[in-house]
Structure formats: structure tokens, C-alpha cells
């Protein structure tokens, strides 16, 4: 099965799907789970946006599945929680863009490990980006979540049309994005999305 192009605004539910596709979908505005997967055996998640849900991706028991959950190339922000791993889910989680999540951008509710190289979380900073992890170090009861090593920059080309100054991609330049800017250059807060935004006096540099 493939779920592609498709704009959800609700849950898309996979109970032990055998080898299917989710990609080039928008996942916006879901009050639960945007994507939820129970075991998922060969699941593909690639090439999505999940945006302003309550969780980005909930995996469910995906240890059990062979072949393993592949989540890649997706962007993955604004979220309350990105990717939620529950009840002894691992799989490859890799080359995303995982940043700029109310709560936690990877959330480890299980006494497993898990393993998320080479994603960008939003910032370099790897001070900044445990703080956007749940695991073993917030609580000793739940697995270790390794991400490094990690990306110095977006998966993503910049885009070639945005605002320049609307740092928080609202849509609108206002006090708002001055704030979201001092934050990030004094106060390690998030990066502009994309950073290319906050380059307001065109030098070349945020």
C-alpha cells in the first residue's frame, strides 16, 4: 500500500501493515497521533511534513517489525512532540529535519534504545539538542536516544522564495520574529526556518 500526496489533518492509523509507503504528504493540525504505526513491518516514512500536531509520529512496538521502520527525509517541526517511540519501538530514523517542537522533538517512552543519526535538529548546539530529547538522562527508566553524530544544517535546500525577517514562518514579519531572532543569536534558541530568513541586511551571515 502507498499513501502519497495527500494532505491529513486527522490520524492515519497502520496496525501491522505489511511494506507500506507513506510519502509526500502533509500531516497538519492533528489533536493526536498524525501518523501512527503499530509494528509497521517494512514501513517507509519519507518525504513528509508533520506540522502543528499534538505528535508527529507515534511508533508502536516497531522492534517487532522486519523489514525495520525507515523514517527519512522528512521535516518534522511545530509539533508538540515530533516522533513519539513507545513500548519497544527502534527502527532507522535518519537524514530528517526534526526541529522547533513545542516539547520534545524525539520523545523515548520505552526502556529501549534508539538510534537517530544524521538528522537536523534544528541547531549544532548539542547542549541544545539533548534538551530536545527525551530519554534515559530525564528519566533513568527509559532508553538512551543516540542522535550524534548529527547534521550542521537543514536536509533541505533553502527555498528559493520566502520573507526575508519572517524568522518563525508565520507568514508576517513583526515583533514576533525580532524576539524568535534574539533568542536564537543570544539565547541559543531556535533556528530561522530558514535560516536564510534571518539574514535581514543581506551580509551573508545571521
Request: proline share 4%; with cysteine; hydrophobic share 35%.
Amino acid at each position: 500500500d502507498i499513501f502519497r500526496n495527500n494532505i491529513f489533518e486527522g490520524t492515519l492509523s497502520l496496525y501491522r501493515g505489511i511494506n507500506v509507503t507513506v510519502e509526500n504528504n502533509t500531516f497538519r493540525n492533528s489533536p493526536g497521533n498524525a501518523l501512527y504505526s503499530n509494528v509497521g513491518y517494512g514501513l517507509i516514512v519519507q518525504n513528509n511534513t508533520f506540522t502543528n500536531n499534538a505528535r508527529g509520529i507515534y511508533l508502536d512496538l516497531a522492534s517487532f517489525a522486519f523489514p525495520p521502520v525507515q523514517i527519512r527525509y522528512n521535516q518534522i517541526y511545530g509539533n508538540q512532540i515530533g516522533i513519539y517511540a513507545y513500548d519497544r519501538s527502534t527502527g532507522i530514523i535518519e537524514y530528517n529535519d526534526i526541529y522547533n517542537n513545542l516539547n520534545y522533538s524525539l520523545y523515548n517512552n520505552q526502556d529501549r534504545n534508539v538510534t537517530a543519526l544524521n538528522n537536523w535538529w534544528g541547531s549544532a548546539n548539542e547542549t541544545l539538542i539533548a534538551q530536545s530529547i527525551y530519554d534515559f538522562y530525564d528519566s533513568q527508566t527509559k532508553g538512551v536516544v543516540k542522535f550524534s553524530p548529527y547534521l550542521n544544517s537543514s536536509v533541505f535546500p533553502v527555498p528559493s522564495t520566502f520573507l526575508c525577517g519572517d524568522v518563525n514562518k508565520n507568514g508576517a514579519v513583526n515583533l514576533a520574529d525580532i524576539i524568535y531572532l534574539v533568542n536564537y543569536v543570544f539565547k541559543g534558541g531556535p533556528a530561522p526556518i530558514p535560516l536564510a530568513a534571518g539574514d535581514v541586511n543581506k551580509n551573508g551571515q545571521v
